[in-house]
């Protein structure tokens, strides 16, 4: 099984910034606002807008990649894209933990292989969850799943975890369902996290991000909190300092 560094002590470098912006001349403005931000996501509006031109552009800068693609398929085709994505040197790409065992499998050795091929490190391949925008309501009535989110999110983790993948994208409630059957160092990346100076949103299951770092969150992924900041560079820091 492969797993990521360790992120350290350093605040910076646990928090994830998405680039949810819908063309690459906005993605490089973004990132040129904030160059004190090492790991930046990439996700399915500006990949499908601008391509791999802005992960070329993000690896000359010197920062971490986090594809966030969710490939969600029958084991063929996640491991043909898994092989692709890993191509571009990324350093994590997340899949669907409800594609199945056999599909997780597949895409991290896919990934790992292609990687190797390209002269790239491995992308650690997290296995998404349950969305942060899903809550009880939504698995028992739209989806006819009759677990709540604690037990849905740590029978997945499970299921990531015995499929030999790095980690899983969670929920910062769900922590601690995750670390109670999946120890370090076994990643989790946590999205939906929100400063208490920031409104929710569209996420459903939230925590400040002194809260998930304090409940055995890896990494944090922290968008509109500071994108959207009259201050992006500003608000980074300020998450920074509360996590210090």
């Known amino acids: 099984m492969l797993f990521a560094k360790?992120?350290?002590?350093?605040?910076?470098?646990?928090?994830?910034?998405?680039l949810d912006v819908p063309t690459l001349a906005q993605a490089k403005a973004l990132v040129d606002q904030l160059p004190q931000v090492s790991f930046w996501k990439v996700g399915l509006e500006l990949f499908v807008s601008g391509g791999a031109p802005i992960l070329a552009e993000l690896r000359q800068r010197g920062a971490r990649i986090f594809l966030d693609l969710k490939f969600h398929d029958i084991p063929n085709t996640m491991a043909g894209a898994c092989a692709a994505a890993a191509t571009h040197g990324v350093d994590f790409l997340t899949v669907h933990a409800s594609a199945g065992r056999d599909a997780l499998?597949?895409?991290?050795?896919?990934?790992?292989?292609?990687?190797?091929?390209?002269?790239?490190?491995?992308?650690?391949?997290?296995?998404?969850?349950?969305l942060t925008s899903l809550n009880s309501r939504h698995l028992a009535f739209d989806l006819k799943v009759s677990l709540d989110p604690w037990d849905y999110v740590q029978q997945m983790a499970m299921l990531a975890l015995d499929s030999g993948v790095a980690g899983v994208v969670c929920s910062p409630q769900e922590i601690a369902a995750v670390r109670q059957v999946c120890p370090v160092p076994f990643q989790i990346v946590c999205p939906g996290v929100r400063p208490d100076w920031a409104t929710a949103g569209d996420q459903q299951r939230t925590l400040t991000p002194a809260a998930a770092i304090a409940a055995g969150a890896d990494y944090l992924v922290i968008g509109r909190p500071i994108t959207q900041a009259a201050d992006p560079a500003a608000a980074f820091a300020r998450i920074c300092d509360e996590l210090n």
Do not use: E, K, M, N
């Open 105 to 130: 499998t597949a895409a991290q050795a896919a990934a790992t292989t292609a990687a190797q091929a390209a002269g790239h490190p491995s992308p650690q391949i997290l296995a998404v969850t349950l």
């Open 6 to 18: 360790s992120p350290g002590d350093s605040p910076d470098r646990r928090i994830i910034v998405p």
